[in-house]
Every structure is written in C-alpha cells, then in structure tokens.
C-alpha cells in the first residue's frame, strides 16, 4: 500500500470535518424548510408554541450525545485503520478507567435525567385534558370523525360544519372528540397536540389560536379509502362576535339542511365530501348519542331513533322551504 507521509488526517482534523458535516447538513435542511410550510414548525397558537420549543430542546439535547458518538466513530476508524503509518498505540485490555467509565455512564444518565423532568412537566403542562390559562371563557366544539369526513358541532349555536371547523381566535376551544367510524386522529400541527376520534368514548383538547388565520387539519392515523381526503380548514375568526355572526347567518339562512339524528345517520355513511357544508343543529344531544351510539344494545338503539323522530318539529318549521336555489 502507498505510503503516505505527515498525514493531513489527524483525529482533530477528523473531528473538526465531522463537525462541520452536521453543521452543513443542518444549515442545509434549516434553509430547506426555510421555503417550506411545516406546520409543526409554524405555530399559531399557545400549545404548539410550547411543543415546538419542546421538540427544539429535546433534538438539542440528544445532538450532545449524537455529536461525540459520530465524531469518535470516524475518528477511532480513521485513528486504527490498517495502513495508518503512525505508531498509535493499541490497549484492547485497557480496564478501569474511571474517567471513561464516568464519562460514557454519566452523560446519558445526566440526559435521561434532564429528559425525565422536562417530560413530566411539559406532559403535565400540556395535558390535553387541562384548561388553558386564560381569562377568556372557553369555547366548546364537539369533533365526529366520520368515514371519510369531520363533523364538528357547535351546541352552544345550534349549528354544525362538515370538513370546515370555525372557531374564535384568542379564545381557549374545548374539544370534545369522538369517532363514529374507523379510529381517526384529529390533527391541526399550527395549533398543536393531535387527539385520537375514537368511537364510544368522548376525548377531550384544548386549544388555543392566536391570531386570525386558516389553518390546516387532518386525520393523522389511517383510516382506510376516503383517508387521504380526510382533511378540513380550520378558519379562526378574529373575535367570538365574528362567530356568533357567522353561526347567526347560517341558523337565519333557510335553505342550509337541518342536521338531526335522522340526517345525521345518513350523513355517517361512508362517503367522501371535499368542500364545506353548513347545517342548521336541530338535537342538542347528537354527540352525546353518536358517543353512546357505541355502548348501547340494538333494542336501546330503537328506542334512541323515536325519541329522535320528532325533533324536527318546532319553531321552524319554515325551513327547508322551496324557495331555495341551488348553493
Ligand atoms: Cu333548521
């Protein structure tokens, strides 16, 4: 093998290279994302502030044990190579060293242990079950995941929207979410945590926006054909106002479709819907019944649909009239 003479690879030179290569990778996928849209990396509301410093934290933490284990992976291969014209004395039996043994022990217990603490707070902190700090009375919507479509029903306004969730911004929402269908996951990465839809049970999630905007949501647990068009918008309005004028406009409009147990059976059936649909809410208890939809015998079920049968009866009873056009 050539010789080669005063190497210019000498281990610090090799650490040094490896410590540039991560620096350039990260440079280089730090201007990548620059002219991409990652949401996660975006956040406009308080939850998803908190998980992305928590994420940042986390990824920074783990680059102190990342950094050294790859910069002496290349080092000691290079330093021990079989044609390396140096002398490099070699010690396999070397034992007890209590500086190394120190070192390669006590680092990753410093860092689980700082890991430990961090997670339990932020998990405390971030618990999806928790309020919000906030002097704003909170906002309730309720979320059904549906085969392929999101239903979200705002029982305070006596209204619904298929595949499109309004909310007021600066305003803590309550999520109450369920699934009448498939386990889906609800998901909006500007806002934060993503909460699983399961059917039979009723999970909960605040979160906050905090400006005025058009998020992104989306199923993110596969759910089978209608999956990838599971997705929805997710408009905050700039103040609670701005909702009940939205919410006042569609219970006004007459030709919007009522949504009662009858419609909504209907409407859970398999289908995909890729645009927004507005309905006027005639039963205040439809989640809760699409929630015990799950736990209840077929008997009880019977039961369930005549208490509903009536409910379209009432104060308006003008609506659904024919002079609607079409849209
Ligand atoms: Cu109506």
Redesign the pocket.
């Known amino acids: 093998m050539k010789k080669r003479g005063k190497s210019f690879w000498n281990p610090i030179r090799v650490a040094i290279c490896v410590v540039l290569l991560f620096v350039a990778v990260g440079v280089a996928l730090w201007a990548y994302l620059q002219g991409k849209n990652v949401a996660v990396l975006d956040p406009q509301g308080v939850v998803a502030a908190h998980e992305k410093s928590l994420m940042i934290f986390t990824l920074l933490l783990s680059l102190v044990v990342v950094v050294p284990v790859f910069t002496m992976l290349f080092t000691i291969a290079w330093r021990y190579r079989e044609g390396n014209p140096k002398k490099v004395k070699y010690t396999p039996d070397v034992d007890g060293s209590r500086w190394m043994e120190t070192l390669w022990w006590g680092v990753p217990i410093v860092i689980i242990g700082i890991l430990c603490v961090v997670t339990w707070v932020s998990t405390h902190q971030l618990d999806p079950y928790r309020a919000l700090d906030s002097k704003v009375k909170p906002f309730r919507v309720q979320v059904v995941a549906l085969q392929w479509k999101w239903l979200f029903i705002y029982p305070d306004y006596h209204v619904a929207s298929l595949n499109q969730l309004k909310i007021p911004a600066k305003t803590p929402v309550n999520f109450e979410i369920t699934a009448d269908g498939p386990m889906s996951a609800f998901w909006v990465p500007n806002l934060g945590t993503q909460t699983y839809a399961m059917t039979g049970m009723s999970a909960q999630l605040s979160l906050m926006a905090d400006h005025a905007g058009t998020y992104r949501g989306s199923n993110s647990n596969i759910s089978g054909t209608g999956y990838a068009d599971m997705t929805f918008d997710v408009q905050a309005l700039p103040t609670r106002q701005a909702f009940y004028e939205w919410a006042k406009s569609i219970a006004n409009d007459q030709c919007?479709e009522?949504l009662a147990w009858d419609e909504y059976e209907q409407l859970a059936k398999p289908s995909i819907v890729n645009h927004a649909v507005y309905y006027?809410l005639?039963d205040d208890k439809l989640y809760t019944d699409v929630v015990n939809k799950y736990m209840m015998t077929g008997m009880d079920m019977n039961r369930m649909n005549m208490s509903h049968s009536d409910d379209h009866g009432g104060d308006?009873d003008v609506?659904?009239g024919s002079q609607c056009g079409v849209g």
Do not use: E
């Open positions: 919007r009522h006027h005639h308006d609506d659904g």
